[in-house]
């Protein structure tokens, strides 16, 4: 059944981990290293089973190879999912048993932060493995990915703007922010500074009541979000909200957000939306800014450059209209053959053999 997953995407390695004086019960995956590396996040979740976590951190690979190919990273897609409740299950122990897991891939895979650790826990690793990113400025990295992360969504929801309206100017465009975590703060902040209107929503009631305070945001309940008008639907929560149910609820032209995997289904809601004349902004790149980032890193940090290739996407998203107007498909299909063509490329290139001293 396993090999049956992996064939299906043409997985490379699945890794399962296991330390019980720890307990933890990690599963690693790699997906692509065809471009370099596997990069990709560390998430931890109370996962109900052991099926649901491979499946998760399965999807979650894959869709790092084609973020980091489309981005122009000369990095493969790998990601790491921990079984088990952040609040409650995190030691020092668990997170420096990973850090030896990750060590003895060799350099094959390079963990970073992703929903469920922070900093800390990087820094942990970083005590068993230098194949860390995103660990504590302190240690020459960048420090917090968020502000950089949403960048690079202010980014494409200029061109995707432009792409609509005609114009990539955000005065007076009503957006409709679905979850005000760190990464949406940092983008409301950068709209309200422009001068956008901002509709917001979280499942946490504190986060919505900064985003009100701090940029006069009018909140809704989260099953409302769908149904305010709007110019832009922006979802930085959870994947798979748009779906069957929700995208007959729509009332805007574009939706361009941070959340993963916001298609259900890739190849029928993205169609749903483009019969509903709803432009649709694929996810991963327009969340690219935070790998982007963590990948400079890896090649002693400079902020700057940093900052320069993010604002990038701009460009990138611009690339997947283009392609998408060209070859009449949907965006999401367009990117995907935006990050595929590049993988293909470099699989030609690499097949001249070379001796390595």
Same mark, same amino acid.
């Given at each position: 059944?396993?090999?049956?997953?992996?064939e299906k995407y043409d997985y490379e390695q699945v890794v399962f981990?296991?330390?019980?004086?720890?307990?933890?019960?990690?599963?690693?995956?790699?997906?692509?290293?065809?471009?370099?590396?596997?990069?990709?996040?560390?998430?931890?979740?109370?996962?109900?089973?052991?099926?649901?976590?491979?499946?998760?951190?399965?999807?979650?690979?894959?869709?790092?190879?084609?973020?980091?190919?489309?981005?122009?990273?000369?990095?493969?897609?790998?990601?790491?999912?921990?079984?088990?409740?952040?609040?409650?299950?995190?030691?020092?122990?668990?997170?420096?048993? /990973?850090?030896?897991?990750?060590?003895?891939?060799?350099?094959?895979?390079?963990?970073?932060?992703?929903?469920?650790?922070?900093?800390?826990?990087?820094?942990?690793?970083?005590?068993?493995?230098?194949?860390?990113?995103?660990?504590?400025?302190?240690?020459?990295?960048?420090?917090?990915?968020?502000?950089?992360?949403?960048?690079?969504?202010?980014?494409?929801?200029?061109?995707?703007?432009?792409?609509?309206?005609?114009?990539?100017?955000?005065?007076?465009?009503?957006?409709?922010?679905?979850?005000?975590?760190?990464?949406?703060?940092?983008?409301?902040?950068? /709209?309200?500074?422009?001068?956008?209107? /901002?509709?917001?929503?979280?499942?946490?009631?504190?986060?919505?009541?900064?985003?009100?305070?701090?940029?006069?945001?009018?909140?809704?309940?989260?099953?409302?979000?769908?149904?305010?008008?709007?110019?832009?639907?922006?979802?930085?929560?959870?994947?798979? #909200?748009?779906?069957?149910?929700?995208?007959?609820?729509?009332?805007?032209?574009?939706?361009?957000?941070?959340?993963?995997?916001?298609?259900?289904?890739?190849?029928?809601?993205?169609?749903?939306?483009?019969?509903?004349?709803?432009?649709?902004?694929?996810?991963?790149?327009?969340?690219?800014?935070?790998?982007?980032?963590?990948?400079?890193?890896?090649?002693?940090?400079?902020?700057?450059?940093?900052?320069?290739?993010?604002?990038?996407?701009?460009?990138?998203?611009?690339?997947?209209?283009?392609?998408?107007?060209?070859?009449?498909? #949907?965006?999401?299909?367009?990117?995907?053959?935006?990050?595929?063509?590049?993988?293909?490329?470099?699989?030609?290139?690499?097949?001249?053999?070379?001796?390595?001293?």
């Amino acid at each position: 059944m396993l090999f049956e997953k992996m064939e299906k995407y043409d997985y490379e390695q699945v890794v399962f981990c296991q330390d019980e004086a720890s307990g933890l019960k990690a599963i690693i995956a790699i997906h692509d290293t065809t471009l370099g590396p596997a990069l990709g996040g560390c998430r931890m979740w109370p996962y109900a089973t052991e099926e649901e976590a491979l499946e998760d951190v399965l999807r979650l690979a894959r869709g790092m190879t084609y973020k980091n190919s489309a981005a122009g990273l000369n990095l493969g897609g790998g990601k790491t999912v921990i079984i088990g409740d952040p609040k409650k299950d995190k030691s020092e122990a668990l997170f420096r048993a /990973l850090g030896r897991y990750v060590e003895s891939l060799n350099g094959r895979y390079i963990i970073a932060e992703d929903v469920g650790t922070t900093v800390q826990d990087m820094d942990y690793m970083h005590e068993e493995t230098k194949h860390v990113t995103g660990v504590s400025e302190s240690f020459g990295s960048s420090g917090n990915p968020s502000p950089l992360t949403a960048r690079g969504i202010y980014a494409s929801m200029k061109r995707t703007a432009k792409e609509v309206f005609g114009s990539d100017s955000l005065v007076g465009k009503k957006v409709a922010v679905q979850g005000v975590g760190n990464v949406a703060f940092a983008l409301c902040e950068m /709209l309200f500074q422009e001068g956008a209107e /901002l509709v917001v929503t979280d499942i946490n009631q504190e986060a919505v009541e900064r985003a009100v305070e701090k940029f006069q945001a009018t909140a809704v309940e989260p099953d409302e979000i769908y149904q305010v008008e709007a110019d832009i639907f922006a979802p930085c929560a959870l994947g798979g #909200i748009l779906n069957d149910d929700t995208i007959p609820q729509l009332k805007v032209k574009a939706v361009c957000g941070s959340a993963n995997n916001q298609l259900l289904d890739i190849k029928r809601h993205g169609e749903m939306l483009h019969e509903r004349g709803i432009l649709y902004a694929p996810d991963y790149i327009v969340n690219a800014g935070g790998v982007i980032n963590v990948a400079d890193e890896l090649n002693t940090y400079n902020a700057e450059r940093a900052k320069q290739k993010i604002d990038e996407i701009y460009e990138q998203i611009g690339k997947v209209y283009e392609i998408s107007a060209r070859e009449g498909i #949907i965006p999401a299909e367009a990117a995907d053959h935006m990050a595929e063509e590049r993988i293909a490329t470099m699989k030609q290139v690499h097949s001249t053999f070379f001796a390595r001293s």
